[in-house]
């Protein structure tokens, strides 16, 4: 005869619990958890002036001509791929922590631009996109007579 076993109403929600949060890693660009495979995606700030959108992604330790930027309808594709440093004789790692390897991060513009006059520049990281406004979108002033 088989032993009786115990009921736990929790069995089995560990995993869901690692399952669950390994899809919003990927989802949202999250670091993920140590023992992942590594999935990444730079963050965004998404900043709205007078006249223009302002882009503001964060990668970190990679060289301007290893970053792809398109405007794909009314979508902004940033990719790229973070090498990882290879190990050398009389040098190993104990830690790694930053994530590397290829990345495409897609956002949704939320206003219309003018993407054929968009201005790109990457310094101490930090890569940012300037799209002028459309002019359907841009604020007019109504004189009241």
């Given at each position: ?12 929600i ?16 999250r670091w ?10 730079p ?13 503001r ?7 301007k001509?290893?970053?792809k ?13 973070r090498?990882?440093?290879?190990e ?7 830690r ?11 956002v ?6 003018e993407?054929d ?5 990457y ?5 940012e996109?300037t ?5 359907k ?9």
């Amino acid at each position: 005869m088989g032993k009786i076993k115990r009921y736990d109403p929790f069995w089995g929600i560990e995993s869901f619990r690692r399952d669950m949060e390994r899809l919003f890693d990927s989802f949202f660009g999250r670091w993920p958890s140590e023992g992942y495979p590594t999935l990444w995606g730079p963050a965004v700030d998404i900043e709205e002036t007078k006249d223009s959108l302002v882009v503001r992604v964060e990668i970190p330790g990679m060289k301007k001509e290893e970053i792809k930027i398109q405007t794909v309808g009314d979508n902004l594709v940033i990719s790229g791929e973070r090498k990882h440093e290879a190990e050398e004789k009389d040098r190993h790692f104990h830690r790694v922590e930053r994530t590397y390897g290829k990345f495409q991060r897609v956002v949704s513009l939320p206003i219309e631009v003018e993407s054929d006059r968009a201005k790109a520049s990457y310094k101490e990281g930090v890569l940012e996109i300037t799209f002028p406004k459309s002019e359907k979108t841009r604020a007019k002033e109504i004189e009241v007579k």
